[in-house]
């Protein structure tokens, strides 16, 4: 034991120091050998991928050298701490307090040639720095730092310059080259199990935090405060002059310094602490329990154990040596990728996270994301500066992310709120009845909602942010998938990688839209029945969706028919957000029949003033783009990049299937007079709409129910009664824009019952009864529109529901099919009665509105001249540009009803 | 007779060289720097760029397109020279010390608070490249 305290008691701060300076020294030799100052962060990144010793000997040079400043203050400290002054020589005493900067220095110059990110703003920081030195600042960076991203004058200082001035001063200081021996042994074993277990830091790259090292970070912090940088430099001079005449003060002023060095030391430590942990990207304050501190803030820090593990693949892989990351090694097989996305050139991490820099297989997937894309990592993924941050910033401003429109109507509809166009997200739902419900049957199909299983998308699928859309597996990807589940041992999945890419089909949209509005299942000419699955008839006109779901066929979108996909129509400011947040999708969608069935010259866009994701996207797509012209929408002027218009034409293509077509004008009827100015495509040409009634909503608090905003299985659960679907032309309603009124198709969205004190038992006997339309886009397109009666003599389309007119003595009478249902004393479909008001609460819009009892008649006064002139007859024809003239030429015949 | 002077002894004479020596070699050491600086010294950059792009963040240079003007500004920060490398909500923002600018290159947010330096350039259309003056 007291050999022990011997040796110990020898072991001054002083000798520590010493210790680590020569250790740091040897290893700095050794590491001159692996290390290429012209590709100094390739060669570190090789060190760390393909050489562990190399980078064992990196990792000894980093901690010694750490470890030798640590100390070397912990020597000065120690100094003044002592109560009887060693007195120093003055130009001793000034060489070694200039020499506390010069290892400052040693340190920095160190950080820079690691030449990552964090290195590359820490050299213009000390360059800028440096500058700001009166009269000798351009000297001084000329010969200390040279030009930007050339190492060479750094590398010299660093090896030679610095070394040669620290080792002097040392000597002199120290009257030793060599610590002794059993100091340098043990502070040598420490500092190799420090480095076998810590790699040190290099950034990754695409961690957009940017940091000094450790011991400047408090600097930053200062700086961070500090306008007028000069002012750092009067504080590094003063602190060196403390220092300088601190051993030649009296008692009172040293007892003084002490305090004030010690304070200004505790204030350091406090803003070091605060730089390393709570700042994040853009050096913002961020707290631990804040949503990206891991990948802002932890992944700084992230550090290794060295792996010496012979590994096969490393001998056989020598040219890997060029890649950029570990991941290849193991994987560089692998297939399926689009150029872009290829991992030669963006490597693995980028999307996939882990450790790019260890050869351990282990070490490098830990932390890694298996399923990158998902909203909750798309930052880290997808988003970073490197690849699409700009989509990653404005992806939440897409309904299909925060579900506003969706969460708005049905607060409304439960009477929650007052009207349903206000703003919201699915991240603010609450304990609500209408929030639960949300929860229980609705949420699931939102972006936000991550996908935790490998495989492609399927009509089952939900959510996967990025992945939704993007995510494609071909016929090997999706067979060494469905193996791989099947059989765990299978490992072809780890040769075909699904690709990720702008392909994005009609089943991408599918998962989710075929509910609801049921678009997806419209367009491709399929309507849900109530059949269950084993009622569901076996032939053609039947179909299965989800395993449970029976659809019949119906007449499909003519679009549809002809190979046009959704994302021929729907852009990507629609679907991926413009930034701007919407009530309702009507309020996001930019696109219009008219931009590409119009009539007369289109707006048009050239290719030089595309944006710049317009722009990439048509390039992509459709290769070069120089010189053409597109068609943009009529609303925000989105262009619209697979059109163009050349030669007084405007030609359409395919996205996915690059299929060319003309595009044609709106037919004579749609721009004949002005009667139908303010009647849209869709209320004309939609051939049919499904619509549900007599709906029925209970909560039963023994249902085993789902929370599908945490994804978790629960007990009690909203319930849905469907009541009957039905498919037929839809209704027409008025759609007011800012004062502009157009009549739209309509669909009775909410017709239906809630017993909400069925969920909040204190509210006994509260059955809400609404009887809500809701605008529609059906996706049925048809080229021939709907026939005349369809609008103006159909009971549907004014909103009565279905039913038949007749003309008895003169006066038209209508008689429902539908029973009047005992809440409101209407028929179950109807939106009002026949030449009636609606009620107060009559739409799933403040917009939108069914006809007044005015524009009823009018309908209806053409409706009752349908009755006997066909709609080809020259008199309704001529009613179509002037029906005031046409009604004085009435003739005895003529029925009129009011 | 000097040398016999107190004052002007052997010490001082050795001294005086070795100041004069030090300052003759700053002044050829000053020359050198900026002899070697002026030979290697750019006086422009020709860069590709994306004309549809808003913003192109291209090598030490931010070209920020507001509708048809196209600006150019060093992308080195006023406030201590970080190159500024990205934007977000119409801001340029610096990564090192959280200093905002707008599309015209003030700054919104310190602590810089200086403009960023807007460079000179001609840009040749057909072949979507910017000449920058340095």
Same mark, same amino acid.
């Given at each position: 034991?007291?050999?022990?305290?011997?040796?110990?008691?020898?072991?001054?701060?002083?000798?520590?120091?010493?210790?680590l300076l020569l250790i740091c020294i040897i290893s700095g030799i050794l590491l001159a050998v692996p290390y290429n100052v012209e590709k100094p962060l390739q060669s570190i990144k090789d060190i760390l991928i393909l050489n562990p010793f190399a980078s064992l000997i990196r990792n000894i040079h980093y901690w010694s050298a750490q470890l030798f400043l640590v100390f070397t203050l912990i020597h000065v400290w120690d100094y003044f701490a002592k109560k009887e002054k060693?007195?120093?020589?003055?130009?001793?005493?000034?060489?070694?307090?200039?020499?506390?900067?010069?290892?400052?220095?040693?340190?920095?110059?160190?950080?820079l040639l690691q030449a990552d990110s964090d290195s590359m703003q820490a050299f213009r920081i000390l360059e800028s720095l440096t500058l700001k030195v009166p009269f000798f600042g351009e000297l001084l960076s000329a010969s200390f730092l040279g030009e930007e991203g050339d190492m060479q004058l750094i590398y010299i200082h660093h090896i030679a310059t610095l070394t040669i001035f620290i080792s002097i001063i040392t000597f002199e200081h120290s009257r030793k080259i060599w610590p002794i021996m059993p100091t340098f042994i043990w502070v040598s074993i420490i500092t190799i199990i420090i480095s076998y277990f810590f790699t040190a830091p290099l950034h990754d790259g695409f961690n957009p935090t940017v940091k000094g090292p450790w011991y400047f970070v408090g600097f930053q912090e200062i700086l961070h405060w500090l306008s007028s940088t000069s002012i750092s430099l009067i504080l590094i001079v003063i602190f060196l002059i403390l220092i300088y005449v601190f051993p030649f003060t009296g008692k009172k002023i040293s007892f003084i310094g002490k305090r004030s060095l010690l304070l200004i030391s505790i204030a350091y430590f406090i803003l070091t602490l605060s730089g390393m942990f709570f700042r994040g990207e853009n050096w913002k304050w961020i707290w631990p329990w804040e949503e990206n501190y891991s990948s802002s803030v932890l992944s700084s820090y992230k550090s290794w154990r060295i792996d010496f593990t012979p590994s096969d693949s490393l001998a056989s892989k020598s040219s890997s040596s060029d890649k950029k990351e570990s991941c290849l090694l193991c994987h560089s097989d692998m297939i399926g990728f689009i150029p872009s996305h290829n991992p030669e050139a963006t490597g693995c991490f980028s999307c996939h996270g882990g450790n790019p820099y260890t050869s351990n297989k282990t070490l490098s997937h830990k932390n890694m994301n298996l399923i990158p894309g998902n909203f909750s990592n798309a930052d880290r993924s997808?988003?970073?500066?490197?690849?699409?941050?700009?989509?990653? !910033?404005?992806?939440?401003?897409?309904?299909?992310?925060?579900?506003?429109?969706?969460?708005?109507?049905?607060?409304?509809?439960?009477?929650?709120?007052?009207?349903?166009?206000?703003?919201?997200?699915?991240?603010?739902?609450?304990?609500?009845?209408?929030? !639960?419900?949300?929860?229980?049957?609705?949420?699931?199909?939102?972006?936000?909602?991550?996908?935790?299983?490998?495989?492609?998308?399927?009509?089952?699928?939900?959510?996967?942010?990025?992945?939704?859309?993007?995510l494609n597996y071909d016929s090997l990807a999706t067979a060494a998938s469905r193996n791989h589940k099947n059989d765990n041992a299978s490992k072809e999945y780890l040769k075909y990688h699904p690709s990720i890419s702008m392909q994005v089909s009609n089943d991408h949209c599918f998962g989710c839209h075929s509910r609801s509005g049921r678009i997806s299942t419209n367009y491709e000419g399929w309507h849900e029945t109530t059949l269950k699955a084993e009622e569901m008839p076996q032939n053609q006109n039947y179909r299965l969706v989800e395993g449970s779901r029976v659809f019949i066929s119906k007449p499909a979108d003519v679009h549809h028919e002809l190979g046009i996909n959704c994302i021929d129509c729907h852009n990507s400011y629609e679907l991926m957000g413009d930034g701007k947040r919407y009530a309702h999708q009507e309020n996001q969608r930019t696109i219009s029949c008219e931009d590409c069935h119009f009539d007369g010259k289109p707006d048009i866009v050239d290719a030089e003033n595309l944006d710049s994701e317009s722009a990439i996207i048509a390039s992509m797509r459709f290769g070069n783009i120089n010189g053409k012209k597109f068609l943009k929408t009529a609303k925000r002027n989105i262009p619209l990049i697979n059109t163009e218009y050349k030669n007084d034409t405007a030609f359409f293509y395919g996205k996915n299937n690059l299929k060319k077509f003309v595009l044609s004008k709106p037919g004579t009827i749609c721009t004949k007079g002005k009667a139908h100015d303010n009647v849209s495509c869709s209320a004309c040409h939609s051939d049919w709409a499904p619509s549900c009634i007599g709906c029925h909503n209970e909560?039963? !608090?023994? =249902?085993?129910?789902?929370?599908?905003?945490?994804?978790? =299985?629960?007990?009690?659960?909203?319930?849905?009664?469907?009541g009957e679907f039905n498919a037929h032309a839809p209704a027409l309603g008025i759609r007011n824009n800012n004062g502009e009124k157009e009549v739209i198709p309509v669909v009775p969205g909410m017709v239906l019952t809630i017993d909400v004190g069925s969920f909040n038992k204190q509210l006994h006997d509260s059955l809400i009864f609404q009887r809500l339309f809701a605008p529609a886009s059906p996706h049925t397109t048809v080229k021939k529109g709907r026939d005349c009666k369809s609008c103006h003599y159909n009971p549907v389309a004014l909103g009565y529901g279905q039913g038949v007119f007749k003309i008895i003595d003169k006066a038209l009478i209508f008689n429902s099919k539908y029973e009047d249902n005992p809440n409101d004393g209407l028929p179950e479909d109807a939106w009002i009665d026949f030449l009636g008001k609606p009620r107060d609460k009559f739409a799933t819009r403040s917009n939108l509105s069914p006809f007044d009892i005015e524009q009823q008649k009018n309908i209806l006064k053409v409706g009752v001249c349908l009755t006997c002139h066909d709609d080809n007859s020259d008199v309704m024809q001529e009613s179509i540009i002037d029906f005031k003239s046409v009604l004085q030429k009435q003739s005895g015949n003529c029925i009129e009803i009011y | 007779m000097l040398l016999k002077d107190k004052k002007y002894n052997r010490r001082f004479f050795f001294k005086s060289a070795i100041a004069g020596m030090t300052i003759a070699m700053i002044v050829v050491w000053d020359k050198m720097l900026f002899t070697n600086k002026n030979i290697h010294s750019l006086k422009s950059v020709k860069l590709t760029f994306n004309p549809n792009k808003r913003i192109n963040f291209a090598d030490n240079y931010i070209i920020i397109k507001n509708d048809e003007t196209i600006r150019v500004f060093s992308s080195r920060c006023t406030h201590l020279g970080c190159k500024i490398n990205e934007s977000s909500k119409n801001q340029l923002l610096c990564p090192c010390h959280g200093s905002t600018y707008n599309f015209d290159g003030i700054p919104t947010k310190g602590p810089a608070i200086n403009p960023l330096e807007e460079k000179d350039f001609v840009i040749d259309n057909e072949h979507n490249t910017i000449t920058i003056s340095v």
């Amino acid at each position: 034991m007291k050999k022990i305290n011997d040796i110990l008691g020898k072991n001054t701060y002083g000798q520590i120091s010493l210790a680590l300076l020569l250790i740091c020294i040897i290893s700095g030799i050794l590491l001159a050998v692996p290390y290429n100052v012209e590709k100094p962060l390739q060669s570190i990144k090789d060190i760390l991928i393909l050489n562990p010793f190399a980078s064992l000997i990196r990792n000894i040079h980093y901690w010694s050298a750490q470890l030798f400043l640590v100390f070397t203050l912990i020597h000065v400290w120690d100094y003044f701490a002592k109560k009887e002054k060693i007195k120093s020589k003055k130009g001793i005493w000034l060489r070694l307090t200039i020499g506390i900067l010069i290892v400052f220095m040693a340190m920095l110059t160190g950080f820079l040639l690691q030449a990552d990110s964090d290195s590359m703003q820490a050299f213009r920081i000390l360059e800028s720095l440096t500058l700001k030195v009166p009269f000798f600042g351009e000297l001084l960076s000329a010969s200390f730092l040279g030009e930007e991203g050339d190492m060479q004058l750094i590398y010299i200082h660093h090896i030679a310059t610095l070394t040669i001035f620290i080792s002097i001063i040392t000597f002199e200081h120290s009257r030793k080259i060599w610590p002794i021996m059993p100091t340098f042994i043990w502070v040598s074993i420490i500092t190799i199990i420090i480095s076998y277990f810590f790699t040190a830091p290099l950034h990754d790259g695409f961690n957009p935090t940017v940091k000094g090292p450790w011991y400047f970070v408090g600097f930053q912090e200062i700086l961070h405060w500090l306008s007028s940088t000069s002012i750092s430099l009067i504080l590094i001079v003063i602190f060196l002059i403390l220092i300088y005449v601190f051993p030649f003060t009296g008692k009172k002023i040293s007892f003084i310094g002490k305090r004030s060095l010690l304070l200004i030391s505790i204030a350091y430590f406090i803003l070091t602490l605060s730089g390393m942990f709570f700042r994040g990207e853009n050096w913002k304050w961020i707290w631990p329990w804040e949503e990206n501190y891991s990948s802002s803030v932890l992944s700084s820090y992230k550090s290794w154990r060295i792996d010496f593990t012979p590994s096969d693949s490393l001998a056989s892989k020598s040219s890997s040596s060029d890649k950029k990351e570990s991941c290849l090694l193991c994987h560089s097989d692998m297939i399926g990728f689009i150029p872009s996305h290829n991992p030669e050139a963006t490597g693995c991490f980028s999307c996939h996270g882990g450790n790019p820099y260890t050869s351990n297989k282990t070490l490098s997937h830990k932390n890694m994301n298996l399923i990158p894309g998902n909203f909750s990592n798309a930052d880290r993924s997808c988003g970073t500066t490197e690849c699409h941050p700009a989509i990653a !910033e404005r992806k939440n401003s897409s309904l299909m992310s925060n579900l506003s429109g969706m969460i708005s109507v049905d607060r409304f509809v439960f009477n929650e709120q007052e009207n349903p166009d206000i703003l919201t997200s699915v991240h603010s739902l609450g304990r609500s009845a209408a929030d !639960e419900h949300l929860k229980n049957l609705c949420v699931v199909c939102h972006l936000d909602n991550d996908k935790t299983e490998t495989g492609p998308v399927g009509e089952t699928s939900r959510g996967g942010g990025c992945l939704a859309c993007h995510l494609n597996y071909d016929s090997l990807a999706t067979a060494a998938s469905r193996n791989h589940k099947n059989d765990n041992a299978s490992k072809e999945y780890l040769k075909y990688h699904p690709s990720i890419s702008m392909q994005v089909s009609n089943d991408h949209c599918f998962g989710c839209h075929s509910r609801s509005g049921r678009i997806s299942t419209n367009y491709e000419g399929w309507h849900e029945t109530t059949l269950k699955a084993e009622e569901m008839p076996q032939n053609q006109n039947y179909r299965l969706v989800e395993g449970s779901r029976v659809f019949i066929s119906k007449p499909a979108d003519v679009h549809h028919e002809l190979g046009i996909n959704c994302i021929d129509c729907h852009n990507s400011y629609e679907l991926m957000g413009d930034g701007k947040r919407y009530a309702h999708q009507e309020n996001q969608r930019t696109i219009s029949c008219e931009d590409c069935h119009f009539d007369g010259k289109p707006d048009i866009v050239d290719a030089e003033n595309l944006d710049s994701e317009s722009a990439i996207i048509a390039s992509m797509r459709f290769g070069n783009i120089n010189g053409k012209k597109f068609l943009k929408t009529a609303k925000r002027n989105i262009p619209l990049i697979n059109t163009e218009y050349k030669n007084d034409t405007a030609f359409f293509y395919g996205k996915n299937n690059l299929k060319k077509f003309v595009l044609s004008k709106p037919g004579t009827i749609c721009t004949k007079g002005k009667a139908h100015d303010n009647v849209s495509c869709s209320a004309c040409h939609s051939d049919w709409a499904p619509s549900c009634i007599g709906c029925h909503n209970e909560y039963d !608090e023994n =249902e085993p129910g789902y929370d599908m905003q945490k994804n978790i =299985e629960k007990k009690g659960s909203w319930v849905e009664y469907i009541g009957e679907f039905n498919a037929h032309a839809p209704a027409l309603g008025i759609r007011n824009n800012n004062g502009e009124k157009e009549v739209i198709p309509v669909v009775p969205g909410m017709v239906l019952t809630i017993d909400v004190g069925s969920f909040n038992k204190q509210l006994h006997d509260s059955l809400i009864f609404q009887r809500l339309f809701a605008p529609a886009s059906p996706h049925t397109t048809v080229k021939k529109g709907r026939d005349c009666k369809s609008c103006h003599y159909n009971p549907v389309a004014l909103g009565y529901g279905q039913g038949v007119f007749k003309i008895i003595d003169k006066a038209l009478i209508f008689n429902s099919k539908y029973e009047d249902n005992p809440n409101d004393g209407l028929p179950e479909d109807a939106w009002i009665d026949f030449l009636g008001k609606p009620r107060d609460k009559f739409a799933t819009r403040s917009n939108l509105s069914p006809f007044d009892i005015e524009q009823q008649k009018n309908i209806l006064k053409v409706g009752v001249c349908l009755t006997c002139h066909d709609d080809n007859s020259d008199v309704m024809q001529e009613s179509i540009i002037d029906f005031k003239s046409v009604l004085q030429k009435q003739s005895g015949n003529c029925i009129e009803i009011y | 007779m000097l040398l016999k002077d107190k004052k002007y002894n052997r010490r001082f004479f050795f001294k005086s060289a070795i100041a004069g020596m030090t300052i003759a070699m700053i002044v050829v050491w000053d020359k050198m720097l900026f002899t070697n600086k002026n030979i290697h010294s750019l006086k422009s950059v020709k860069l590709t760029f994306n004309p549809n792009k808003r913003i192109n963040f291209a090598d030490n240079y931010i070209i920020i397109k507001n509708d048809e003007t196209i600006r150019v500004f060093s992308s080195r920060c006023t406030h201590l020279g970080c190159k500024i490398n990205e934007s977000s909500k119409n801001q340029l923002l610096c990564p090192c010390h959280g200093s905002t600018y707008n599309f015209d290159g003030i700054p919104t947010k310190g602590p810089a608070i200086n403009p960023l330096e807007e460079k000179d350039f001609v840009i040749d259309n057909e072949h979507n490249t910017i000449t920058i003056s340095v």
